[in-house]
Every structure is written in structure tokens, then in C-alpha cells.
């Protein structure tokens, strides 16, 4: 009996352990920066170039402004994403083994306009030009992307009519010109249209991702073509960056033309796991480990740091 007991309290700790740690990979693939930046405290606004203050000390995790030095307001996020005078945080709930998330809606200044909880672990999330609709995605188990073996769920929130979507994994999705149905379906990284009639996302099946393209109103998707991860559209609604697996544990930048389906390789040669943003037509942000960097969006250039210190930058301007 004694040992029977302590197998179960080993195996305990060993499920606690395992998923503390894809907690802490989940949340965010950029460790806390050991660098020391300078900031300055107090109210914050909706505003200019926008991110997740990661430099060390006691404002590690809160959102912040570019600047000299960088503002920091009191809010803290695990995602955190802004546009069109709606501001939107993933909050991880304080526990032991943390198992929900707070999605926080705000308004420009920052003040809590409504309070959603959602089962899981943030990893994605984004609000429409508009700022009408707000998406986000979250791990519910599994290990992350680069094991293969995840579970997601992708919800829109609706904003002006409070139309809150928890899954849209009973959208009616099509696949090669058919419907397709599968128990494995993820969906992740929505990226919304300026008219909030439409929206981009991922959807994963079979060992296979696709860039899907849905109709909200008709709640109606199709798949457009394979191997689209995270795709972010571009303010004139022309193309999506993404990120393009490459190998099992890597991905590389890469720009869709959503007309002709022409893909263009960016200059960023390294991995990049991170849904990216425009700053604006012409130069795509994004997130390594500890920082923000941009790049050219045709192909060109050569990779640019824009924020030592930071995570989740948000062109919120």
C-alpha cells in the first residue's frame, strides 16, 4: 500500500512538473530579458508601437510604449494586442499549475471593459482594424508546436453585439472543394479583414497546416493552400506574412500574395515562431527570444532590431 502510494504521488509530481514547464514555454517562447532597460511608470494609453515589457525587474511582463525611456502602465499580460481604440490582454490566473486564462477587453485608456475566462494557456491573440472583433487562441493540452502533439482552441468575440464564439471549430470547413471533417482539427492565429466581414487563420489536420480564409457571417471557411502557420494581414488586405515550417523545430518568415498565392521568402534566416505584425505596408515585426525585430516585407533588406527587451509588439498607431 505504501508503495502504491508513493508511485501515485511520484507520478503527481511528475505530471505538476511536466506541465509547469510547457506552461512557461506556452506563455511565451521569449525568456525575461537579463538586461537592464530604462523605464518610466504611470498611466498608459492606446498608442504608437506598443509590446510586453520582458527587460529584468519588477515591470517584467507589463505592457509598455516605445519611448526613451519606454512607458510602463500597471497592466500585465501574457498576450496583449491593440487597434482601433480596443486594447485586449491574456492574463495566465495565478495558481500552482496554472489551467485558465483571463481574456481582459479594454478600451483606449487602458480601463477594463468586460472580463471573459477561458480554459488554457495564451498563446495567440489579436483585435480587427476596427477594433470591433477580437480573436484569440490558447493551449488546452498537449506540448507546444514543436512536439507535434497540441491542442488549441480558437474563439472570436464580437465586440459591438457581444457575440462571443468560444470554438470555431464548427465552422463548415472546406478542404480540396469538399467538406471536411476530422477529431484532430486545431485552429489558431486568426488575423481579421479591415471590414470585419472576413478573417485568416491556420487550421492543422492529419499532420497537415493550412491557410484557411472565412466568411464570419456565413460562418463558412475554406482552405487555400498548405504549410501557413500564424498568417497576419497586411493593412491594404493584400497579402499575409507567416511563418513556414521548415523543419520539425523550425519555421521561416514568408509573405502571401492572397490573390495569386505567391509566396515570398523574407531576409530573416532564422526561426521565428511568432505571429507576426505590419507595421505598415511595407515592414513586418516580429519576435525572437527577448526582442522585437522587423524586416522588409518584399524579400529584401536585412533583419532589424526595433525593441531589445520586449515580446508581442503591437503597431497600435
Not at 28 to 38: C, E, F, K, L
Not at 85 to 108: H, K, N, R, S, Y
Request: charged residues 20%; proline residues 6%.
Amino acid at each position: 500500500m505504501r508503495n502504491r502510494l508513493l508511485i501515485v504521488l511520484g507520478a503527481v509530481v511528475v505530471l505538476v512538473l511536466a506541465a509547469t514547464a510547457y506552461t512557461v514555454r506556452a506563455r511565451d517562447r521569449g525568456q525575461p530579458s537579463t538586461n537592464a532597460v530604462p523605464v518610466v511608470s504611470g498611466p498608459l494609453s492606446v498608442g504608437g508601437l506598443m509590446f510586453r515589457n520582458t527587460a529584468a525587474g519588477p515591470d517584467s511582463g507589463k505592457v509598455a510604449a516605445q519611448g526613451e525611456p519606454r512607458r510602463v502602465g500597471g497592466l500585465t499580460c501574457d498576450r496583449f494586442y491593440a487597434a482601433g481604440g480596443t486594447a485586449a490582454c491574456l492574463a495566465v490566473q495565478p495558481g500552482v499549475l496554472p489551467t485558465m486564462t483571463d481574456l481582459i477587453v479594454l478600451d483606449a485608456n487602458l480601463n477594463e471593459r468586460a472580463r471573459h475566462e477561458l480554459p488554457g494557456i495564451p498563446n495567440r491573440l489579436r483585435v480587427s482594424p476596427s477594433g470591433r472583433m477580437i480573436s484569440w487562441t490558447v493551449f488546452v493540452e498537449g506540448d507546444s508546436y514543436s512536439a507535434g502533439a497540441f491542442s488549441t482552441r480558437t474563439g472570436i468575440l464580437d465586440t459591438r453585439t457581444d457575440d462571443l464564439r468560444l470554438s470555431v471549430e464548427d465552422i463548415f470547413l472546406e478542404v480540396d472543394g469538399k467538406r471536411y471533417f476530422a477529431s484532430d482539427l486545431n485552429f489558431w492565429g486568426v488575423t481579421f479583414t479591415a471590414d470585419d466581414e472576413a478573417f485568416y487563420a491556420t487550421v492543422a489536420s492529419a499532420g497537415r497546416t493550412y491557410l484557411i480564409e472565412a466568411d464570419y457571417r456565413d460562418w463558412v471557411a475554406k482552405a487555400l493552400r498548405d504549410n501557413v502557420e500564424c498568417p497576419s494581414l497586411s493593412p491594404d488586405g493584400t497579402r499575409v506574412a507567416f511563418k513556414k515550417r521548415v523543419s520539425p523545430t523550425e519555421w521561416r518568415l514568408h509573405v502571401l500574395d492572397v490573390t495569386t498565392l505567391a509566396e515570398t521568402a523574407l531576409a530573416e534566416t532564422r526561426s521565428v515562431d511568432d505571429q507576426a505584425v505590419w507595421l505598415d505596408n511595407a515592414t513586418v515585426a516580429y519576435g525572437l527570444p527577448g526582442d522585437v525585430w522587423s524586416v522588409p516585407a518584399d524579400g529584401t533588406g536585412t533583419p532589424r532590431l526595433v525593441i531589445p527587451s520586449a515580446a508581442s509588439p503591437v503597431p497600435a498607431a
